[in-house]
Structure formats: structure tokens, C-alpha cells
């Protein structure tokens, strides 16, 4: 039972368990009989039902769509102190992924991680975490004051991609940070990569820490057995998931899991409730609720279809010439021990031509488009919502890629010929994130900026992996790398400057 629970709560809690399963969702009954209910509404939405939504947004998405966009009404229980149908909804998810306790995010991953780091941090404090963690968790060490002590993830040269952080370097990490108040790792990565989480989970409570786990693209692992374990199966204390990334959610509608003692589930309440709007959408929170729901009745028959799809894509490819995929057989290092199989990343360089030219040839010319292009790579989530045909347009839309003439499309595509840089050596941090995005600042041209202390978040995205991070010195292989990036038709966001031509720092 959750430790949040005062003893005069378990009773419904326990009667909640008992009088719901699997096959029922709770939170979509409730919206449903809402939406049926005839009545004058004087609560916002401004739009009432619809009756006032802009006639060509209504033509695109109908009527029905707005009926159920309510506020908390007193039927539909309430986010931040849920008592009714959000928490029988949050019960059965917890039980259906495997949690003590589950947290319905309309905010997204991001409020997940912000607040996990939020809940067991103080400023001052050090968290040991990977360099090439998403901006979110940059925005939690802006909020709570923490320090980051970042780690560098095990790195495959040939493939020229991150994986995750291998258990060694975490151990070395603690015994120079023994006070460090938390150990937070990033796996599955985007490309499917998944680390050694029950090693690095016994290390860090070996510390009487917990492990935080940023599994925002692996909330579908607990439903097959050919899927990697799942970051609560291998012993993590939280699991930040984006149930709308590999499964049915809309977007936007994520969760956060947590076991076990080492979390204080107050102040995680708490620190969610900073970082998430007052008014979250139901629609967000009632498709979570229908999400676990399929996941909980339908989950292994679905995951088994997904995983012939991928597997069927992954061998046609592979037998395309120049074109190669990440596979099973890459995962045999120590911060890459496992393959999500419905990640399917694609190796292009082989062609001539970097991944930002080959997205814009499949998705201007070919119809089909990726989830992220890097400079070798493109990278493509398959899902439970993809289909037999999906799969037949992107091996037809492969093959037509590799034997094209690029000269045909060089004019209209961009295409370039691109040398690859190696990848960017991070610099120490000089202050903490909140200390430089706190400090007084100036705008240098972004040659200047090099060895300046750097007072923005700059990155391309996706994956939203920061290259340059509030309190870091500017180094010119960072520069070079994201001119690189912006020069091959990759996009850099979070810089105030768009053209990328100055940068602000901070002021010496």
C-alpha cells in the first residue's frame, strides 16, 4: 500500500482494488456518463460542450471531442487530491505496470522527471546522472538547486550513437559523490538502447539511494516477454513513462511509477503538483485510463503483432544494399544489454547522404516519415497503431531510396555531402544549471561565446539531448557540432538566437 495512504484511507483504497479489474476503466466511465448527462453548464471550458468552438476546427475533429472536454467536475474526481475514479484509474495502472503507487501525468515525461528529481533533491545536492539526459531533467536541476555529477554514456564510435550509462561508471561516480541523493538514468534511449538497470538499480541502493529512470519511450515493456524488462522489474525506485509515445494515450499523457520505501511519496505528490496545470485535461487523463485498460486485456496479442512488424522491417532492410539497422547483436556492452525490437533505427550514411536529407526525401517525396533523423541515422517508432501496409511503404519507400540517383532530388532536397564529426566531448560544468540560468547574462557573437560559460540550453530536437547546458563552458567542438547539425538541415532549439549566431553567456 502506498505510504502517501493515511490509515483512515485504506479502507476505500482497498475497496477500490476489490471492486475494479482490468476489464473495467473507471476514468472513462465516468467522463462518458458526463458527457450523456443533460444539463446547463455555467463551469469553464469557455466553449460549454462545444457550442462555441470554431466551426473549422469542429469540421476537423466533430462534435464529440468536446463534449468531453470537462473540468474537474465533482463525478470526475480530482488530479492533485483524487479520492473516486482518478484513483481507482491510478490503482489499476500501478497494478497493470507493476507499481507500489501510479501518478497520471498530463503534462507529459517532463513534470515526471522534473518532479522525481524535485522529490529527492534539496539544493546543493548531488544527483548522479548522464550527460546526454533530455532537457527535462536540465529544467528539474534549474528548479530544485540540485548539482549534477554527469556521467558520459558508453558510446559505440562505429555507429557514432550514446547508449546508456554502464553500472562501473555509476559506481565510480558514488564512491567520489557519497552523498549523492539520487542516481537517475536514461533507458530505453531513443534508439532503443536499454542499460544494465538491476545492476545500476542495486548499486544505488547498496547507497540507500533510489534510482530514477527516465523510461519515457519503454512504458510497453511489461506487456510481452520478448520486450527488455521493464524499469520496475529491474528494481527501480520511479519510472517516468510517455504512455503516449509506444502506446494508445494522446499526447501529451504520460505516467509515473514508484516502489519501495526510498521515495518520499508526499513530497512527490507535491512536486507534481508544481509542475502541472491546475486544469488538466480529461481527455488526456480518461485516454490514459483506456491505455492501461488495452495494455491489461489485450497487451501480449498486440505487442506480439508490433514485434513481427518491426522484425519483419528490420530484415527486409537489412537486405537492401548500403542500408544497415541497429539490431540485437549491437547490444553487448555493458551500458547496451538490451534491444527494444520496435525501435528501429537505420543506418544511411552508407548511401552518401546524412539522415536530416533522408527524411526529407521519404517524407517530402516517399510518404513516409520518421520519428527523428540524426547525421548516420534515422530512427522510426513502431507501435501498436502501425499496420501491415505501414510497414510495406517504409521497406518500398528504402528501396527506392538506395536506388535513386541523387542528382534528381539534390535540388529540391538539399541533398549534401556530409563528413561526420565525432562526437561532442561535454565540458565540466563551471556552476550549476540554476546558478547560471540565475546569473546576469550577455549576448556575444558565437565565436566569442567559446569558453564562456554558457546560460542557455541548446539542442537539437528530437531527441532534445542538450549539447550546450546552463553552467557549462562553451567549447568550440560544441559549436561546431550543433553549426553542423544546423548546416546538414537538423533543427537547434532553446538558443534565443534562431540563426544560431550569437549565444547568451554569462557575464564574466
Known amino acids: 500500500m502506498s505510504q502517501s495512504h493515511s490509515q483512515a484511507e485504506m479502507p476505500l483504497v482497498d475497496a477500490l482494488r476489490q471492486s475494479h479489474s482490468q476489464a473495467e476503466m473507471p ?76 501518478w497520471f501525468l498530463a503534462n507529459g515525461s517532463t513534470s515526471g522527471v522534473i518532479a522525481a528529481i524535485l522529490a529527492t533533491c534539496n539544493p546543493g545536492d548531488s544527483i548522479i546522472l548522464p550527460r546526454t539526459v ?104 520511479v519510472a517516468v513513462q510517455s504512455t503516449h509515445k509506444t502506446l494508445s494515450a494522446l499526447t501529451q499523457a504520460a505516467m509515473v511509477h514508484v516502489q519501495g520505501d526510498l521515495i518520499d511519496r508526499d513530497r512527490l505528490s507535491k512536486s507534481l503538483a508544481l509542475v502541472q496545470s491546475t486544469s488538466p485535461s480529461y481527455l488526456l487523463l480518461a485516454s490514459l485510463d483506456a491505455a492501461r485498460w488495452q495494455l491489461a486485456t489485450q497487451g501480449e496479442e498486440l505487442m506480439t503483432q508490433t514485434l513481427y512488424l518491426a522484425e519483419k522491417a528490420r530484415s527486409r532492410i537489412n537486405q537492401i544494399p548500403k542500408l544497415t539497422t541497429l539490431s540485437q547483436h549491437h547490444a553487448n556492452t555493458p551500458g547496451f544489454v538490451d534491444l527494444d525490437s520496435t525501435r528501429l533505427t537505420v543506418t544511411v550514411s552508407g548511401l552518401g547522404i546524412n539522415g536530416f536529407t533522408a527524411d526529407d526525401i521519404l517524407n517530402t517525396k516517399l510518404g513516409v516519415t520518421a520519428e527523428f533523423p540524426s547525421l548516420q541515422h534515422l530512427t522510426f517508432i513502431i507501435s501498436l497503431g502501425n499496420t501491415a501496409a505501414d510497414i510495406e511503404q517504409l521497406i518500398n519507400a528504402f528501396e527506392q531510396l538506395a536506388e535513386q540517383e541523387y542528382g534528381v532530388w539534390s535540388a529540391e532536397c538539399g541533398v549534401r555531402s556530409t563528413k561526420f564529426l565525432s562526437p561532442v566531448p561535454y565540458s565540466l560544468p563551471s556552476l550549476s544549471p540554476r546558478e547560471a540560468f540565475f546569473a546576469a547574462t550577455e549576448t556575444v557573437a558565437i565565436a566569442d561565446a567559446i569558453n564562456r560559460i554558457s546560460a542557455e540550453l541548446v539542442c537539437p530536437y528530437p531527441p532534445g539531448i542538450p549539447v550546450l547546458i546552463p553552467g557549462e563552458v562553451v567549447t568550440e567542438s560544441a559549436i561546431a557540432y550543433l553549426q553542423q547539425i544546423l548546416a546538414s538541415g537538423g533543427i537547434v532549439s532553446g538558443c534565443s538566437d534562431p540563426n544560431f549566431v550569437t549565444l547568451k553567456v554569462v557575464k564574466a
Request: aromatic share 6%.
Open 134 to 237: 533530455h532537457q527535462s531533467a536540465i529544467s528539474g536541476l534549474i528548479l530544485s538547486g540540485a548539482v549534477p555529477v554527469f556521467i558520459n554514456p558508453d558510446y559505440d564510435a562505429a555507429l557514432d550513437i550514446a547508449h546508456c550509462i554502464t553500472p562501473e561508471a555509476v559506481k565510480l561516480a558514488l564512491a567520489n559523490q557519497p552523498n549523492a541523493k539520487a542516481v537517475l538514468m536514461v533507458s530505453p534511449t531513443y534508439y532503443g538502447a536499454c542499460g544494465d538497470v538491476s545492476a545500476i538499480a542495486q548499486i544505488a541502493h547498496n547507497h540507500r539511494i533510489p534510482l530514477i529512470v527516465d523510461e519515457a519511450h519503454g512504458a510497453h515493456f511489461a506487456f510481452h516477454p520478448a520486450l527488455p524488462t521493464s524499469a520496475l522489474q529491474a528494481g527501480a525506485d
Open 27 to 102: 476514468l472513462v466511465d465516468a467522463l462518458r456518463q458526463c458527457v450523456d448527462r443533460l444539463n446547463a453548464p455555467f463551469y469553464t471550458p469557455g466553449h460549454k460542450c462545444g457550442h462555441s468552438i470554431a466551426a473549422p476546427l469542429k469540421d476537423l475533429l466533430g462534435e464529440q471531442v468536446f463534449r468531453a472536454d470537462l473540468p474537474e467536475l465533482p463525478e470526475l474526481d480530482n488530479l492533485f487530491a483524487p479520492e473516486s475514479v482518478i484513483l481507482a484509474a491510478q490503482e489499476l495502472a500501478a497494478a497493470a505496470f507493476g507499481a507500489d503507487r501510479t
